[in-house]
């Protein structure tokens, strides 16, 4: 019986023959903390290990929550953090470097690598052909001490992907899409293994957004074959000689297989408040919105704000609603000033905020107020996600997006195109 | 023979979906490094007046995919600070399992439609029985992997490591 792509890369850190729900110990290429984990993360290391990281090299601290800081106590967080890194000689990103995901992508992840991150979202580096999962802080502590962790091998539900998307639908719409269909703990404890025709013509950037969202089915990871867009991004970054081809096996053993015809989607949206609550943007045309959040690890990178800036040409925002615009990284950010994109963006009345997490999470930068409404291409639509449990939050695709922030409610870009 | 490990104490009850948004938000980032402030906020958005009212000892009773979203550990740990001594749900979120037993906190998957708030529980964690007092019924809860019931054995991640020095598969 052959392998996935999980189980090959399991099998290959932990060197043995891993299938799914076998449990082994696997080493690990590169861990990391952000800045709202990174505290608790260190406390539990020193606890365990007074001393010397397993890899500093391949151990890392994003500042990326909370910048600028906010107030006083997540400062001295940070110092907290920048002290740690000069002791122990790990890699340290500041603040307006970038999401530690994007730069994850950007600098490290390679096909066949296994990453863990003390955030959730660490699943966006499948897009790249890695074994890449969110833990907690122990285990972050414990891999920070030993370079290795233990992991369940995951059963794979394999998502093959046909057909070409409608004009202005994309790779968001058919991860809210996915998630509707399988349910927010449809796929809790699987990996869900991307496949087709559709799949080899998405760039990177598409593939991030859609591994970056499989945890919001409960999936350990979302993972991605390694193939010819791969090689040239890595390339591309400057790490042409981390290419590795990687494919599935044909006889691989399938949990579960779901076909999509990327043809027949529209765009989709998450309604209040819960991912998997998704319906056709149609279904909301007209409802009004008070913010409209371009950004996140989900949809921060070039060609999202490429997106938004194609729509807001010369145009500009609806009066009534807050356009909120925060690029994944510094490297998104320059060739987005580059492009052109920004000074489209700011003149079309945006707010231009520094490369980090930003509003999503609810700690500053965009707090809604009761009873509004945001769009968001953020991943989370939790009550109180945005730090208010009395506002709503709708997550979409950029261009959904967008069109929206020129009407002031929810709109179907095709229309307004 | 160690005597059998036994829990007891009130269910408070919640339902689907409880999220890390909902069990420690992260518009308390700040207090993170603060865990005595941080544990007043625990469950404040699910149930306002929870951190008031629990116990030593006590119960969180919910339904499906409990913990989902954020790796914070910081939501076990603020549930193991309000004196919570196990989680009982119909099914929990990968990351937040994990978290809670490396928190030494025992997340229990058992048929939790059958449990009331308020009700007084005996759990016997050696011989996976869940008593209901109040109704007089028993339940009994899934098998836990063996590598996450040493861990828990152990009081958590941190301590296992600690003694042991490695993981013993």
Request: aromatic share 6%.
């Amino acid at each position: 019986m052959g392998k996935t792509l999980n189980e090959k890369i399991l099998s290959e850190k932990s060197g043995t023959d891993a299938r799914a729900g076998d449990i082994v110990i696997a080493q690990v290429d590169l861990v990391f903390v952000q800045d709202t984990t990174g505290p608790l993360t260190i406390r539990q290391f020193k606890e365990v290990k007074h001393g010397s990281l397993a890899n500093p090299q391949r151990t890392a601290i994003f500042l990326d929550h909370a910048i600028p800081s906010p107030n006083r106590q997540l400062s001295n967080d940070h110092q907290f953090l920048r002290r740690f890194a000069e002791e122990t000689n790990c890699l340290i990103f500041e603040g307006g470097t970038g999401i530690c995901h994007q730069l994850v992508a950007e600098m490290f992840a390679n096909p066949g690598d296994i990453i863990v991150g003390a955030d959730s979202h660490t699943v966006t580096a499948g897009g790249l052909g890695a074994f890449a999962t969110g833990m907690g802080s122990s285990d972050i502590a414990i891999v920070f001490a030993l370079g290795k962790t233990w992991f369940r091998v995951p059963e794979t539900f394999k998502i093959s992907i046909s057909g070409r998307f409608q004009k202005w639908v994309g790779a968001k719409d058919l991860v809210l899409h996915l998630i509707g269909a399988l349910g927010a703990d449809g796929a809790t404890y699987k990996a869900l293994e991307f496949d087709g025709q559709t799949v080899s013509n998405m760039t990177i950037s598409e593939r991030l957004a859609v591994a970056n969202m499989a945890v919001e089915a409960g999936a350990k990871v979302g993972i991605f074959p390694s193939d010819s867009v791969t090689k040239k991004y890595l390339a591309a970054q400057g790490r042409a000689n981390k290419y590795k081809a990687l494919q599935p096996d044909a006889d691989a053993d399938y949990e579960r297989a779901i076909t999509i015809d990327a043809s027949e989607l529209e765009p989709m949206v998450a309604m209040p408040h819960t991912v998997d609550n998704v319906v056709p943007v149609s279904m909301l045309a007209g409802t009004k919105v008070d913010q409209v959040f371009i950004g996140t690890c989900t949809n921060g990178r070039l060609e999202d704000l490429a997106t938004a800036a194609v729509i807001l040409r010369n145009k500009k925002r609806h009066p009534s609603v807050r356009l909120i615009i925060a690029p994944a990284s510094q490297q998104v950010l320059t060739a987005a000033i580059k492009a052109g994109y920004i000074e489209t963006l700011v003149a079309a009345g945006a707010i231009l905020l520094p490369p980090g997490c930003a509003a999503c999470l609810g700690l500053h930068q965009g707090v809604l107020g009761d009873n509004e409404a945001c769009l968001s291409t953020a991943n989370r639509n939790f009550k109180g996600r945005m730090g208010n449990t009395e506002a709503s939050i709708y997550l979409a695709s950029p261009a959904t997006a967008t069109a929206s922030a020129l009407t002031g409610e929810i709109t179907d870009p095709r229309k307004v195109l | 023979m160690m005597p059998d490990t036994i829990l007891k104490g009130r269910a408070f009850k919640f339902g689907d979906g409880i999220s890390t948004d909902l069990i420690i938000p992260g518009k308390y980032s700040h207090l993170r490094s603060n865990l005595p402030e941080l544990a007043k906020h625990v469950m404040e958005d699910a149930d306002p007046t929870f951190a008031e009212e629990v116990k030593s000892g006590d119960f969180i009773v919910a339904g499906r995919n409990f913990g989902l979203g954020s790796s914070r550990e910081h939501a076990a740990l603020v549930i193991k600070m309000a004196g919570v001594s196990a989680i009982l749900v119909k099914s929990v979120a990968r990351i937040f399992f994990r978290n809670a037993i490396n928190q030494g906190l025992p997340t229990l998957i058992c048929d939790t439609d059958k449990i009331d708030a308020g009700d007084e529980l005996e759990v016997n964690l050696t011989r996976s029985i869940i008593t209901d007092l109040t109704k007089g019924i028993q339940l009994t809860f899934g098998k836990i992997p063996k590598v996450m019931l040493d861990i828990l054995n152990e009081g958590g991640l941190i301590s296992y490591i600690s003694r042991y020095g490695d993981f013993t598969l």
